[in-house]
């Protein structure tokens, strides 16, 4: 992790150095309408198609299912589920084998024919798909008792409104297992395959605090990965109690 420099009011911090540089500034090139439009296109299309492929060459399909385990991200007893910018459904998939029988499945994302690839891996009837953006859900508040939002808050050129939405929907007591892009070399490489910004990890930690999300522990892909201080921001979130947070229930 680097040190993060002083970025311009509503910018956020940004690394030093060539990781700084190398960055992706196509978050906050235009508005975020603009940008989300553009982001659905790029999923939609080939780098969406691609994610596929990629994701077995990188080792992530199978990285995915060192997390969603017992010892790891553990679902059981959960009974209302969700996959926030669930992609092609590589997580639903590791979801799905560990949750409980008569658990529910939500995933959203997007771009449709991100989910149109979800549901054509899935073929689950536990599951449910609907096209919604992080900032702004369609879930009444406290309706999940687990999150899984992978590699989707990098998409946000502010997270603060994400990360309430996600504190919003999540039952108090409830968990959230969060993979954010880091402000490190490899990860600024990746915001620039995937026109996304990075997280500063203690930034971030400050910021699910702000909206009632305690930083529970970190985890990692591997000890390799842990070693090398590679895979991104990987981190369990505990929703505070409403009578610790002063958050509504
Ligand atoms: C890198 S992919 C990750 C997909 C999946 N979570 C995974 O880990 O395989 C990022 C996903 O986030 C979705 N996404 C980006 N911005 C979003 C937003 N504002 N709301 C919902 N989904 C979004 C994209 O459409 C894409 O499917």
Redesign the pocket.
Not at 85 to 88: E, I, P, Q, S, Y
Not at 108 to 111: E, H, K, P
Not at 132 to 135: E, I, K, P, R
């Given at each position: 992790m680097t040190s993060p420099i002083e970025s311009p009011p509503g910018q956020p911090p940004r690394a030093r150095g060539l990781t700084g540089a190398l960055e992706s500034r196509e978050p906050h090139r235009r508005s975020f309408k603009e940008y989300?439009s553009f982001?659905?296109k790029h999923?939609d299309g080939f780098a969406?198609a691609l994610?596929a492929v990629t994701?077995v060459l990188t080792g992530h399909e199978a990285l995915?299912g060192r997390l969603i385990r017992l010892g790891g991200f553990d679902v059981r007893g959960c009974k209302h589920i969700l996959?926030a910018?669930?992609?092609?459904g590589?997580?639903s998939r590791f979801l799905l084998r560990h949750a409980d029988p008569d658990a529910v499945l939500t995933g959203?994302?997007?771009?449709p024919k991100?989910l149109q690839r979800a549901r054509a891996r899935l073929k689950s009837p536990r599951v449910s798909h609907v096209v919604?953006?992080?900032?702004r859900l369609p879930y009444a508040d406290g309706t999940f008792d687990a999150i899984v939002c992978?590699?989707?808050l990098e998409?946000?050129p502010d997270p603060l409104p994400?990360l309430r939405e996600l504190s919003r929907v999540m039952a108090p007591g409830g968990k959230l297992l969060l993979?954010c892009t880091e402000d490190t070399l490899t990860g600024a490489m990746c915001s620039r395959l995937?026109h996304c910004r990075t997280y500063n990890r203690d930034d971030l930690r400050q910021k699910c605090a702000a909206v009632g999300l305690r930083w529970q522990r970190e985890l990692w892909f591997s000890r390799f990965h842990r070693w090398l201080k590679l895979g991104g921001i990987i981190v369990e979130l505990h929703k505070e109690s409403a009578s610790r947070s002063g958050f509504p229930a």
């Open positions: 989300k982001i659905r999923y969406g994610t994701g995915a996959d910018g669930c992609g092609n590589r997580y959203f994302d997007l771009s991100m919604a953006d992080l900032t992978g590699w989707v998409h946000l994400g993979l995937w």
